[in-house]
């Protein structure tokens, strides 16, 4: 069982196996500081070898999911230290951690989107594997406009909408919203309110929980291994992780489950 770190910046809820990280700094329009990255990072890698978390949504407190990197951090922390470009660099660095632990995180992830998910907030927004958003809601990579590269998360806005919208979105800075986002890919459902969001993650919730977690975990990670690995190495990797559930107490579940007409064991009974 899970021990979730103690968070200031965060509020945590795990029901019935679904994390659900709030994030919670309301003087700032949940901008994202250095305390709230690293609160986040601690979060996911409480989960990463825990499948009874079946799940995770990421979402804003107050109708604002995160208004971007925290700029008054930036002036503070970085400008006005002493560590120069390499302070700044390795700082970057080490922030692009809580991004991969988003992307490949062995649970499914929904972010949840209404107000505003600018710069680094839309950044998180690219790693999760199910976006939904209300249609007024509003996007921005604005990291140009203020004299430096959206460094950490370009990668993954190219995942997400390919390189030539990543291109206009990064360069130009353009501003957007819910139903643009949708029209592009940063969404995959556009819906009108709060109400909208908590029906649609609802849906997905229940899709999820119909699957086995550990077949999750093992379908992420091939997922992410089709970009590093090669053709002979995947099909290595593939073959072991099939092997690895079905002869696993999930595969002998799942099979026994169909062939007795009879839903698995990990799967939640039909409301």
């Known amino acids: 069982m899970t021990t979730l770190p103690k968070t200031e910046t965060l509020r945590l809820t795990l029901d019935e196996g679904w994390l659900t990280i709030l994030l919670d700094r309301p003087e700032s329009r949940n901008a994202l500081s250095n305390q709230m990255a690293d609160e986040i990072t601690a979060t996911f890698h409480a989960i990463a070898d825990d499948r009874t978390v079946r799940g995770v949504t990421l979402r804003g407190a107050n109708g604002t999911f995160c208004s971007g990197g925290d700029l008054k951090g930036f002036k503070s922390d970085l400008q006005g230290g002493d560590g120069g470009v390499a302070a ?5 660095a080490k922030g ?3 991004y991969d632990l988003i992307n490949e995180a062995p649970q499914p992830v929904i972010a949840l989107v209404e107000g505003a998910a600018m710069a680094g907030g839309l950044g998180m927004v690219c790693c999760a594997d199910l976006v939904a958003v209300t249609a007024d809601s509003k996007y921005a990579l604005t990291e140009t406009r203020l004299g430096f590269p959206p460094a950490q998360i370009a990668h993954f806005v190219v995942e997400r909408v390919g390189l030539a919208a990543a291109r206009r979105l990064t360069l130009t800075a353009a501003r957007f919203d819910g139903r643009e986002a949708g029209r592009i ?3 995959d459902a556009v819906v009108a309110d709060a109400a ?3 029906a649609q993650e609802a849906a997905w919730r229940a899709d999820i929980l119909s699957a086995a977690p550990n077949a999750n975990a093992w379908t992420k990670r091939l997922l992410f291994s089709s970009r590093r690995l090669s053709r002979a190495d995947q099909r290595a990797l593939a073959g072991q992780g099939f092997g690895e559930c ?3 107490p ?3 579940e799942g099979v026994a489950s169909f062939i007795e007409k009879r839903r698995p064991s990990w799967a939640p009974a039909k409301r």
Do not use: D, S
């Open 196 to 198: 909208g969001l908590e």
């Open 96 to 98: 692009g951690e809580l």
């Open 250 to 252: 999930e595969g002998r």
């Open 88 to 92: 700044a660099a390795a700082a970057n």
């Open 246 to 248: 079905l002869m696993g």
């Open 185 to 187: 890919g940063v969404a």
